[in-house]
């Protein structure tokens, strides 16, 4: 484990201190949780970019003309 030294305007600090409390967590985990979050959602667009970059117009058309036209609320009389 890490230790990380982070300076905060202090209007963030109490913010966050508010929050955890309200949550339960303590203030580090607080942190370390809003941190993997964002991490999560950073490569998640990463990811998504790279499998879009593998994608092939043509099957996606093929595939996508094999879906029947019609309106969400008809699915139940497939």
Known sequence: MSTLSLRLPDSLHQKLKELAEKESVSLNQFITLAVTEKMSALLTIDYLKE?????????FDRIMSAVPDIEPEDFDKL
């Open 51 to 59: 499998r879009a970059q593998k994608g092939n117009r043509s099957d």
